[in-house]
């Protein structure tokens, strides 16, 4: 994206050369390698057992990729909404320094005809309205004019100074509203470019993971489809964390997909953004933005419903379902199901 600019005054006009929102997401996966740096390739496994554990580290660069492609798309949504703003802001501005400067020159016509009639009447100053008086009353009438064509004078340049003191403000504005936007324009071109290479790095690591998965046993695969039983008893709590955990519930069985977020299948915060959405929350898309949201509560507080994360940085969140358990979208090859808050994992949770 580029703000293309005329040569002298003003004269700036903004305009995005490359497509953002949906088609710039459209747009990056048919941009070209080496949009980022490359990604070391593991050795290939020499067996099954080889391959599930390579997977395992794999797969959580995968999803630590995936949540960074969801924070450079969120990046790259506000500075494009921030781009819009202050591209809105720029016409006013333009329009006010316009209308200052033809207003200045209303005034700058006035001073020239007031200053005209002075040097065509003669009436420069006391002594040539002495020099030119016959008598004493004419050079009262004089003078009395004289004063009269000076206080115009005076209220005309007055006046011609304060419109060029707000012409000088106006440009300033406007001149100040092109460069916000022109730094807005920056910034979202390089949000773009920071998602074009997430996701480019994240694919290379999901393709990677699924070419691990396929060298699994079928058990295997079983196994971590599968999740652990849920608390003891039913969830209790009120708060919009207890009901978009019910909501979660409702999705229990769906598989995991990279950067999902449902109906049919999710990724980690692809589920607590579409549970929380479902109260009435709405969250941003990935784990470390939702990281930052509500209340910071620690590994001894946690109450249900409050979001649990993982990694550092964070790369996984859950909702905590009570009983040591949470509810989230595992990984590749898994379903939504309750598993054991791992407290060696986690790096802390949120309460909205």
Same mark, same amino acid.
């Given at each position: ?7 002298? /005054? ?18 990056? !996966? ?32 995968? +999803?630590? !990729? ?7 798309? *969120? ?17 006013? =501005? ?7 400067? =033809? ?37 009262? *009438?004089?003078?009395? =004019? ?15 100074? +304060?419109?060029? *003191? ?25 949000? +773009?470019? *920071? ?43 009120? /708060? ?113």
């Amino acid at each position: 994206m580029s703000l293309r600019r005329t040569p002298s /005054g003003f004269g700036r006009s903004i305009r995005r050369v490359v497509p953002t929102g949906a088609l710039a997401i459209v747009a990056i !996966l048919v941009m070209v390698a080496g949009a980022g740096p490359a990604l070391a390739q593991p050795p290939p496994p020499g067996n099954a057992s080889e391959a599930k554990k390579q997977l395992e580290t794999v797969q959580k660069e995968a +999803e630590a !990729l995936t949540e960074q492609w969801h924070a450079a798309k *969120d990046t790259l949504d506000a500075r494009t909404d921030e781009l819009k703003r202050l591209r809105e802001a720029v016409e006013p =501005a333009k329009v006010a320094l316009e209308s200052a400067q =033809a207003e200045e020159e209303t005034y700058r016509k006035q001073v020239d005809v007031v200053a005209a009639s002075t040097f065509e009447s003669g009436n420069l100053d006391q002594f040539n309205a002495l020099l030119a008086s016959d008598n004493p009353q004419e050079f009262l *009438d004089q003078m009395s =004019a004289l004063e009269s064509i000076a206080s115009d004078y005076r209220a005309a340049l007055d006046q011609l100074v +304060e419109r060029v *003191d707000a012409t000088g403000r106006a440009r300033s504005e406007a001149d100040s509203a092109a460069e916000r936007a022109q730094a807005a324009a920056d910034e979202a071109d390089r949000a +773009e470019n *920071d998602l074009a290479a997430r996701k480019k790095d994240a694919e290379i690591r999901i393709d990677e993971a699924e070419k691990l998965l396929a060298r699994l046993t079928p058990q295997e695969r079983r196994d971590r489809k599968g999740g652990e039983a849920g608390p003891s008893g039913p969830i209790t709590g009120s /708060g919009v964390g207890a009901k978009a955990l019910q909501a979660a519930i409702s999705q229990m069985g769906k598989p995991y997909g990279w950067g999902d977020t449902g109906p049919d299948s999710f990724d980690c915060s692809g589920l607590t953004s579409w549970a929380f959405k479902r109260v009435g929350v709405t969250l941003p898309r990935s784990s470390s933005q939702q990281a930052n949201v509500g209340q910071s509560v620690s590994f001894d507080e946690l109450q249900v419903g409050d979001l649990v994360f993982y990694y550092s940085p964070v790369s996984h969140v859950g909702i905590y379902a009570g009983e040591g358990k949470m509810l989230d979208a595992p990984q590749t090859g898994g379903t939504v199901g309750y598993r054991t808050v791992s407290q060696s994992a986690f790096t802390g949770a949120r309460r909205l």
